[in-house]
């Protein structure tokens, strides 16, 4: 699913007038096929889809059909940006002047430099974008109609944004992102500092719409390479399809000769849908529950294939464990090697296995075998990994540890639940609580590790989580 609604008739017209100026004057061009419509996906977040004709498909002998064509020059991302403003005599040089006077202004602080990524510079473009248009200062249609059209009229609520507007508790706070609470909160600050009466809503808006809506495009490092990096980047139109890693019958790509985003109809994906169907993408490789739930404030649905969870430990908890060849707590510890605690479980078929596979085990076991006479934490995992006994006696311990910690949890999970919470980091406590049913069970009845179940396989890599703010001081990019 897109997240994000569009709620109500007027936002209705103003999208699907969206879609028609973008056609209409040749920004996106779009097969015959295709139409533009609300999803029939069985959820009120849904939003809008992208439908096939198959009586319309004119290349349906082919293995791949192009749907949409966004031309380079709109797609919005801080490559496209920077080329638009280094451009003048357009009509817009005092508005570009602003954009790079506060850019600049952002910048001078050294300290927000550890902000600096693609997704969060295009956000603080588009948010100062968006401001400066409410004042009066002009700027191309295609990003005013994208910036008031889609971006502005995006509802989403996602942990980030509750934290920083509603009251929050300590419930909870384990599975918060330290990284872009520091980031969006420094944002606000800047904004309320540059520009008089700025309302907060306008930031926290283009906040969770370009953090919902960017697709990581690729682009090829030189002509003719075989080797690419992947760009954030918003592609109008394209970014109306929805998010499927089972039901996926379309990808993404790029013309390597105009740098054109493409959608592309993956035809033997189709078989059997029909003669009009919904098209789904991945928006990322990987499910992870947490992270879809941060970013585009949705759980996506069961899949037949593998989902993660990243369990965050809850740094209080933590605090009152001691570590079993130790005098320091299992906090103390994780803090003093700078692990960040978390186990990633992984979803198969409807049972929750702890995911040892996962490069990052190996140090989650650090305080549950006695390596004292290595100081530094590469040395203590290079002797774990080296020593079988030792690990199987780290994993034991880490056996006792979790099943201590998941009888606490379900035991005290309404207690925990009924604080002051937002309502995504109650979704996510909820999720948490149904997810450790299955897995106390998983290990009352056999082994909770992965690798007894998935001797022969081991599952798709999943990107490490951002640090919650107990451990905000291991953030260094977001």
């Known amino acids: 699913m897109r997240c994000g609604w569009m709620a109500g008739s007027s936002e209705t017209v103003g999208i699907m007038d969206t879609a028609d100026w973008y056609i209409g004057h040749g920004q996106v061009t779009v097969a015959p096929c295709v139409s533009i419509e609300r999803s ?40 496209t940006l920077m080329d638009w403003l280094s451009g003048r005599g357009d009509g817009y040089d005092a508005s570009k002047d602003l954009i790079k006077t506060y850019l600049a202004l952002f910048l001078e602080d050294t300290s927000n430099h550890r902000f600096v990524t693609e ?41 980030v944004l509750e934290v920083l507007t509603q009251e929050a508790g300590d419930a909870g706070a384990h599975y918060r992102n330290g990284p872009q609470e520091i980031f969006l909160s420094t944002l606000l600050q800047f904004i309320s500092g540059a520009f008089m009466g700025c309302t907060r809503a306008v930031v926290l808006r283009v906040y969770a719409a370009v953090l919902s809506r960017c697709l990581e495009i690729p682009h090829e490092t030189s002509p003719g390479s075989e080797d690419y990096t992947v760009s954030s980047s918003l592609v109008p139109i394209l970014d109306f399809t929805n998010h499927s890693c089972e039901h996926r019958n379309a990808y993404f790509d790029v013309d390597r000769e105009s740098g054109d985003v493409l959608l592309m109809l993956d035809v033997a994906a189709c078989a059997g849908l029909g003669d009009r169907f919904e098209v789904f993408i991945s928006y990322c490789p990987v499910e992870e529950l947490v992270h879809f739930k941060h970013t585009y404030g949705f759980f996506p649905r069961a899949s037949c294939g593998t989902q993660f969870w990243h369990m965050f430990l809850s740094d209080t908890w933590l605090k009152e464990e001691r570590a079993p060849h130790g005098s320091g707590s299992l906090f103390q510890i994780y803090s003093e090697l700078r692990v960040l605690p978390y186990i990633e479980l992984a979803l198969i078929s409807g049972q929750v296995y702890v995911n040892d596979y996962c490069s990052s085990f190996p140090e989650l076991l650090l305080p549950f075998v006695n390596i004292e006479a290595l100081s530094d934490k590469e040395s203590k995992l290079t002797a774990l990994k080296g020593d079988q006994q030792l690990l199987a006696e780290a994993k034991t311990n880490f056996l006792s540890f979790l099943a201590r910690y998941l009888d606490k949890l379900v035991a ?13 980091l109650r979704d996510i406590l909820l999720r948490e609580l149904e997810l450790s049913k299955r897995l106390r ?26 640090p919650s703010p107990p451990y905000a001081y291991m953030y260094t990019s977001s």
């Open 40 to 79: 029939q996906i069985k959820s009120p977040d849904s939003g809008y889809g992208v439908f096939v004709d198959v009586d319309k498909l004119q290349e349906e002998e082919c293995e791949a059909v192009e749907l949409l064509r966004v031309p380079y020059g709109n797609v919005i991302s801080v490559r």
């Open 119 to 159: 997704t969060n510079m295009l956000i603080l473009y588009l948010a100062l974008m968006a401001i400066l248009s409410e004042r009066g200062y002009g700027f191309p249609d295609k990003f005013v109609i994208y910036l008031r059209d889609v971006l502005l009229q995006t509802r989403l609520l996602t942990p």
């Open 412 to 424: 005290n999970g309404p207690i925990r639940h009924s604080g002051p919470v937002c309502a995504s």
């Open 441 to 466: 069970n998983t290990l009352q009845h056999g082994s909770a590790f992965l690798s007894s179940h998935m001797a022969d396989t081991s599952p798709p890599y999943c990107p490490s989580p951002a």
